[in-house]
């Protein structure tokens, strides 16, 4: 049963959105973009990965797990976690196109592309074991105590492999049933009460994965970040506000609600606490009246009163947001 489903990719919405607002010439623009790569495949693969475990109907008592975010000695993130009655199993899924090698010699991986290129990338192993201790130390926090098994999960079958290590399990998503089985087929060491407890428990330990703001984790300075209501039309930035919202010199498009973007912006990669003053320096506004209005509209909840009301957004709230400013895009796109 799927206890946890995958969740909403908060990162790869915040990248994207942080590229748009950042120069071209700026230094990280290109690590922007590489990240943005790798986080989309790694959601690709991630999503693969949950497919198996939707469409597989296993034939004994499990819970299973996606995108679970817990702490013990440390914070960490697993992308599926089984847990059944003979142990809990970690996958990792890793999403690098290419021929893979595993060289015993060395803690990376080495992938080689068809036209020559080779690249290096950290051996799915290390972030494996990490994970294996950080749970143990939950578990024991909990006087609990269980096995824990190890797999990373590449999503091509047709993919070349070279594994030469003795103590890593590959797997490709379809060979995931026949590993469960194997582990299945060992005496239980839980009964169906222990079962349920650590679901539950693992459960409620759970807490989202926030990773705003953007800015301050990548190193960026907010006064780097562009300013102005970008246009969804054309995509120029710096809208004019309106009587009846805001209006773009470059292509005449006139859009009531502009102010969703820049704001959902605003909170994801500046601050997610906002003040009349930021909202109308962000959106280069100058009615106060106006930028009170949008802040209302936001359906945020706020702190104080007067000059020193604060807007605060919560990672649900950002959801919605995005949500909203995602189909108000669609609507003039006439998606
Ligand atoms: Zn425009």
């Given at each position: 049963m799927i206890i946890k489903k995958k969740s909403n990719s908060f990162k790869l919405m915040g990248l994207e959105r942080l590229l748009q607002r950042l120069?071209?010439?700026?230094?990280r623009y290109s690590s922007i973009e590489n990240a943005i790569r790798a986080t989309r495949a790694g959601e690709n693969g991630e999503r693969i990965l949950a497919d198996v475990f939707q469409k597989y109907e296993f034939p004994f008592k499990h819970f299973i797990f996606h995108d679970l975010n817990l702490r013990s000695t440390g914070q960490f993130q697993i992308d599926t976690l089984f847990l059944c009655k003979q142990g809990l199993i970690i996958f990792e899924m890793k999403n690098i196109a290419g021929r893979i090698s595993f060289p015993t010699d060395q803690n990376q991986i080495v992938r080689t592309l068809d036209n020559g290129q080779i690249d290096s990338f950290e051996c799915p192993s290390i972030q494996l074991s990490r994970n294996q201790i950080l749970l143990e130390d939950w578990l024991h926090a909990r006087s609990m105590s269980i096995s824990i098994y190890t797999a990373v999960v590449f999503p091509r079958p047709q993919q070349r492999i070279e594994n030469n290590r003795t103590n890593l399990t590959i797997l490709f998503p379809l060979e995931i049933p026949v590993f469960l089985r194997n582990i299945v087929?060992?005496?239980?060491?839980?009964?169906d009460h222990q079962l349920r407890n650590i679901a539950t428990t693992l459960m409620e330990s759970h807490r989202d994965y926030n990773p705003f703001p953007l800015s301050s984790n990548y190193n960026i300075?907010?006064?780097e970040i562009k300013k102005g209501v970008r246009c969804?039309?054309?995509?120029?930035f710096g809208m004019q506000s309106i009587h009846k919202g805001w209006g773009c010199n470059r292509c005449g498009h006139t859009d009531s609600h502009g102010h969703l973007q820049g704001m959902l912006d605003y909170i994801i990669l500046v601050n997610n606490q906002v003040t009349n003053k930021e909202c109308r320096n962000f959106l280069q506004l100058e009615s106060h009246q106006k930028a009170n209005r949008i802040l209302k509209q936001l359906e945020i909840p706020s702190q104080g009163e007067k000059k020193g009301r604060v807007y605060v957004a919560s990672l649900k709230d950002i959801e919605l947001l995005s949500k909203r400013a995602t189909e108000h895009e669609r609507k003039v796109l006439n998606w």
């Open positions: 120069p071209n010439h700026h230094s087929e060992q005496p239980p060491t839980l009964d300075s907010p006064s969804v039309r054309c995509g120029q």
